[in-house]
């Protein structure tokens, strides 16, 4: 583990936050939905943290992590290298500790493509979000959905129209880039959504939701990493 890698107290980890630094969490995404500390940014190991570290994080802001156990200097490790040089430290005990020390938790709602299925026709309020690039979205997509990339979700402006009374049903192709695209708007104070277990992959499996292509709908793209 780096040497200035530090284990935090719960304590010492809320006075980085309060002082402006940002919380990284690395834990799996499908566990980053059943809790969390409030204001985390998810990037799970298991996915492409280099892209999304740099399409989403600022590189001169303080970062404190939070991991599953052993995970810490990896952690610390794929940031160093992407030139996040200001990581702080890690929460001792992890999540677990934070959750029995009796500190505030927040949770995403994971829903089935589905559910989805069975709101989007009586819902007058439901915002389908896909957080997939552009040229994914084109290959096909559900009739009315919002298309935000998640690297352009930094800014806050392509997230400023989102209502409080809007319910944000959001995906992305199978599930890593729309928890992360969650926990940025969970950061914002937009608490009224859901994250579409299986993403697209399930969405377009379910027959009962509407789908479409754009025009540029012949332009192919490979898998992308999530």
């Known amino acids: 583990m780096p040497a200035t890698l530090q284990s935090l107290s719960i304590t010492a980890f809320k006075q980085a936050v309060d002082a402006g630094a940002i919380i990284v969490d690395t834990r799996p995404a499908t566990v980053f939905t059943a809790g969390f500390v409030p204001g985390s940014i998810s990037l799970g190991l298991e996915g492409s943290v280099a892209e999304w570290a740099n399409a989403l994080l600022p590189h001169q802001q303080a970062l404190v992590l939070v991991t599953d156990a052993g995970s810490?200097?990896?952690?610390?490790?794929?940031?160093?290298?992407?030139?996040?040089?200001?990581?702080?430290?890690?929460?001792?005990?992890?999540?677990?500790?934070w959750q029995q020390s009796g500190e505030e938790i927040d949770m995403i709602i994971d829903v089935e493509a589905d559910e989805l299925a069975m709101d989007l026709p009586f819902d007058e309020n439901i915002v389908v979000l896909d957080v997939r690039r552009p040229a994914e979205f084109a290959e096909g997509h559900v009739v009315d959905a919002e298309n935000v990339p998640l690297d352009e979700m930094a800014d806050l402006v392509n997230i400023a129209n989102i209502e409080e009374e809007q319910n944000v049903y959001i995906h992305c192709r199978s599930g890593y880039r729309s928890v992360i695209a969650a926990s940025l708007l969970k950061r914002q104070g937009i608490h009224n959504i859901r994250n579409v277990l299986g993403g697209w992959n399930a969405i377009k499996a379910e027959t009962r939701i509407k789908t479409e292509k754009s025009a540029a709908g012949d332009t192919k793209s490979t898998d992308t990493p999530e």
């Open 72 to 97: 810490e200097a990896k952690s610390a490790d794929l940031l160093a290298a992407e030139g996040f040089t200001k990581v702080l430290g890690y929460l001792e005990g992890g999540y677990e500790a």
